[in-house]
Every structure is written in C-alpha cells, then in structure tokens.
C-alpha cells in the first residue's frame, strides 16, 4: 500500500480521537464539489447533468474553506466538475495545504499541464487522475479520443516536478481483468504513488445505465483483478476495502464518512445519492435518516453499492477502531497479499 | 436505458398527479421548471432541494440569477417541465453512434 505514514498517522490519530470522544458518526474524507462543470461527459457520470445557468455557478472559496471547518475532516477530495476548470483552484488547495488537510485533487487531467504552474508539491497534495483503464478503455469510458494520451502526458510531467499523483479507476461491467492488471502494471511503470479503484455507482441520471456492475458480478471481476496481486502495486486504499470489493469482508455503507458540500450545501444522504441538502454539516448529521441508507437498510438505491465512498471510511474505522482490523491491514500491507 | 424524460410536462395538479409527486419529479428533473403560485408570481429555476416531511413542506429554487427561493408546498399551484432536460442521454447516445460508424467503417 502507498499511503504515505504521514497521511495513515494522521487519519490513524484522529479515528482514535473520534472513538475516544465517543462520536458516533464522524467525517473522515469531504468530498468538496466546488462547481459541476466538467470538459468531458463521460457515460457513466451522473453527476454534470444541469441547466447551463447551474453549470456557470461555483463556491466561493472562501465558502470551501468555511465547510472544511465546519466538517473537519483529516482529508479533502476535490472531484466535480472538473476542479481545474475553478478559476480559483490554486488558491483553493494553497489555502487547505496551510491548515494541513490532505487534498485529492480529483482530475481527467485535460487541463493538468496548463495550470500545473499555480501549484506547489507538498507531502499533503496529491492529484488523482481518472483513468478508467489503458488507451482503448479509458477513452470509451470518457467518450473522447486521446484523453489516455493527454492525461499520460501531464501525470509524467507532475511528476518530473515532484507532485504526487496518484489514479482514480472505476470499473464497470464488461472490465477485462487481464486488462486492468496491465493497466496497474502500465501506471506503476509511469511512477504514480498509488493506484485507487472502485465499482462505478449506477447513477440515474448517467447516460449509460447498461453497464454498471451488480454487486455478486463485481466480487467477481475484482478477485479476478486482485487475486494475485503483483508486489509492485501500491494502492492509495485501505486494504480492508479492497478485500471487501473481492468479497473477503462483509462491510456496511458508512453514508456520512464522506460527506459532500456543493453548490446546493450539505448532500444528503452521501457523495452518489442526491435526496436533498442540509445547510449546515450539524444539520446533515442530525436530521438525515441513516437508518434508510445502506445495503442492511433494503434501500434498492444501495443494495448494489461498493463504492469507496461509502466503503472506504468503514474500512479505515475497521483498521483504526479494533485491533483486529489492524492487523488484518498490517498483514496485507506487510506481505501484500489481499 | 435512461428513463423517459418529463422535458415539455405540464400536469394539472390534483388531476393529472398529487403535488407531492409533482414537487418529487421536479427535484428528481436536471433542468428547470417553471412555477406558478397561487398568489400569480412566476418563478423560472432548477429545484435543488425540497423537504416535504417538514412541519410545513417546501421546496428550494435556484434562479439563473443565482437567487434562492424557498417556497411552500401549499404556495404552488402549478409546476411545469420548461426547461431541457441534461440527462435526457443525447450525448451518450451520439458517442455510440460515432463509435458504431467507425468500428464498421474499420471492420
């Protein structure tokens, strides 16, 4: 795993803190969405589809800066959109990296080599490219030719500046397994610090709703993928959830573990589901029914769910919140195997 | 497939469907709506949000503007699907499409 210690020290102490002050329910990663706009259109996305007035709008950042303290959270994602069509994108980050969030600038990089200047490489960012695969695959899965090649480019030349990179993969129904190793092994030789991989959520309002992947066919496909993993793969993820995603562990949804602020405020119930907004994060975690979310819940919307989003913070509880879970990590970190 | 798109809707509330269902199809719709009260105001915009288990429900309008209003559930008279509608899957489809020519053009 390639979580730098730094990073698993700090989420490490701050579980701790959590479970010691007795929170129930605690935010580990905000996923800062501050505008909807993006420069792809990808099928499987469902989350650009506005009126053009909704899609010109985006947050302040001083606002992004007031949801950070007001959630806080050790780490900030920032997905979209496309971050990098903010205007204000560097000041942003600049602004996180000072009060010590660790910031995954979430991008498909078509903008990466031009703005590349406004930032600075620090132990507490990262950008996290989107690839869904090698050339052929990813460019389908973004509907436009050359993207693979664009983004390729500029993770090479973030990385000759010292940044840390790190991929984003969601996978869908029909993913060739051997494919995706390739891809691992394709990335690794590139040089990004870590790889991370998720199911794609069957989104309503993404324009293709044939391929998502059910949950016993995406236990499947990631054994197939993860089986025998090579010791030159370093994922930027708990190894917990990855041996979830093969069927391993039996995880619950954990909904308010990444919490998303936009536009509209707080999203309820969590970063896939849009069934209203809370003003306030307090608001968020006291009036949503979470009893209604998660696959335990039968809510048809997450009977399918894996994704990270929701998996991730329960693995992370899992590994700083027992010391089995600990060691379970451990191991798998140690020996890596999954 | 993409469900059906609710684009050019304009139901007669209490024949055609419940408010309540209105008001969820226009939060659920990803284009705007225009909206007619009781009192004879017109609001134009997207419903981002509404809550209808409060003790008064409302709904909440984000204006090209960019002003919010949140109205009641018992101020809407009429709620019509004006706007396009972006998920309506166009640009997926026209991706296939394109995809399908070249692959057979190469084949």
Not at chain 1, 71 to 96: F, K, Q, W
Not at chain 1, 272 to 293: D, H, I
């Amino acid at each position: 795993m390639s979580v730098p210690l730094s990073q698993m020290w700090a989420v490490g102490t701050y579980v701790l803190k959590q479970r010691l002050k007795g929170r129930k329910r605690y935010p580990l990663v905000l996923m800062l969405e501050p505008l909807f706009r993006c420069n792809l259109a990808c099928a499987g996305c469902g989350k650009i589809q506005y009126p053009g007035h909704v899609l010109r709008r985006h947050l302040t950042v001083e606002q992004c800066l007031a949801a950070v303290e007001e959630c806080g959270a050790p780490m900030v994602s920032i997905p979209g959109g496309e971050p990098l069509l903010y205007p204000e994108i560097g000041r942003l980050v600049r602004e996180l990296v000072r009060r010590r969030k660790y910031v995954y600038l979430c991008t498909n990089a078509l903008l990466l080599k031009a703005r590349l200047d406004e930032f600075e490489p620090s132990k507490y960012f990262s950008f996290s490219v989107h690839l869904d695969g090698l050339r052929e695959e990813h460019d389908a899965a973004v509907c436009r030719e050359g993207v693979y090649d664009i983004a390729v480019d500029a993770i090479r030349e973030a990385l000759r500046r010292g940044f840390r990179v790190t991929t984003n993969t969601t996978l869908f129904e029909g993913a060739d397994p051997q494919r995706v190793r390739e891809f691992f092994d394709a990335m690794m030789d590139l040089g990004v610090e870590g790889l991370m991989i998720s199911p794609g959520y069957s989104y309503s309002k993404a324009p293709d709703q044939e391929h998502f992947l059910r949950r016993q066919r995406a236990h499947e496909l990631f054994r197939a993928i993860l089986e025998r993993p090579r010791r030159r793969w370093r994922f930027n993820q708990s190894p917990l959830f990855l041996q979830f995603l093969m069927g391993k562990r039996d995880f619950e949804c954990t909904p308010w573990g990444n919490p998303t602020y936009n536009l509209f405020g707080w999203q309820r119930p969590c970063y896939l589901l849009q069934e209203g907004y809370a003003r306030s994060f307090a608001e968020l975690l006291e009036t949503t029914p979470w009893e209604q979310y998660g696959r335990r819940s039968g809510n048809p919307k997450c009977r399918d769910c894996m994704v990270h989003c929701g998996y991730e913070p329960t693995a992370v509880d899992q590994t700083f919140g027992s010391w089995r879970g600990f060691r379970d990590a451990l191991v798998a970190t140690l020996t890596g195997r999954l | 497939m993409a469900e059906r798109s609710l684009e050019g809707w304009a139901p007669v509330i209490g024949r055609d469907a419940t408010l309540e269902d209105v008001v969820e199809a226009a939060f659920d719709y990803r284009g705007d709506v225009t909206i007619v009260c009781h009192d004879g105001r017109r609001l134009v915009g997207y419903v981002f949000n509404r809550d209808r288990r409060a003790p008064e429900p409302y709904l909440e309008l984000l204006e090209p503007s960019g002003a919010v209003q949140r109205l009641r559930y018992a101020e809407v008279a009429q709620i019509a699907f004006t706007g396009k509608d972006a998920a309506a899957g166009r640009s997926w489809e026209a991706w296939r499409h394109r995809r399908a020519e070249a692959e057979a053009a190469g084949a």
